[in-house]
Every structure is written in structure tokens, then in C-alpha cells.
């Protein structure tokens, strides 16, 4: 299976567990461990690895530089272009 599908398994199973157990949905509990294990690598807190401006662990990183514009996380994860799609293949 892919990564990719591996994500969005994931990020389904949660918001629908989330959904039934009607438990308010908390970025550090269901969000937060998806994007450490798939997105930090290039765009988390290490200055060494990361790959671009963009840190997906500081809240202010994502809206200040305005990069994930309506609808672009959803193009980044289901592109078929590999110099598109994040995660990379």
C-alpha cells in the first residue's frame, strides 16, 4: 500500500472514530502524529532537514506564509505529478 493511501486511511479512520465516539477532534491527539510521521521530516523543526519555509508544527508557519491556499493540501496529496505530490514517492 502506499504512503499516500496509508495517510488517508488514517486520516479517515480518525475523523470517523472521532466522529462516533462524538469526541471534539484535537489537532495533538489525531492530527499532530499524522503530519510528524509523513510531513516533519521536510517541513518540521529540524533547520538540517528541512526542505522548504513551510513547517507544518508552527500553526503560524502554515497561515503566515499563506502556501496552503484553498484547496492546495488536498492537490499536494492526491497528484499524480511526482514533483507535485506530498508526501514525495
Do not use: Q
Not at 500500500?1 to 489537532?27: D, E, G, K
Not at 502524529?33 to 528541512?50: E, M
Not at 484553498?70 to 514517492?89: C, F, I, K, Q, Y
Amino acid at each position: 500500500m502506499s504512503r499516500f493511501n496509508t495517510i488517508c486511511l488514517v486520516v479517515i479512520a480518525t475523523m470517523t472514530s472521532s466522529a462516533m465516539s462524538a469526541a471534539p477532534l484535537s489537532f495533538s491527539r489525531d492530527i499532530k502524529p499524522i503530519l510528524s510521521d509523513s510531513c516533519y521530516h521536510c517541513h518540521g523543526p529540524d533547520d538540517t532537514a528541512r526542505e522548504s519555509e513551510l513547517r507544518l508544527d508552527l500553526r503560524a508557519s502554515v497561515f503566515e506564509l499563506k502556501v496552503l491556499t484553498d484547496g492546495a493540501m488536498l492537490e499536494h496529496l492526491t497528484s499524480n505529478d511526482p514533483d507535485v505530490r506530498m508526501p514525495p514517492p
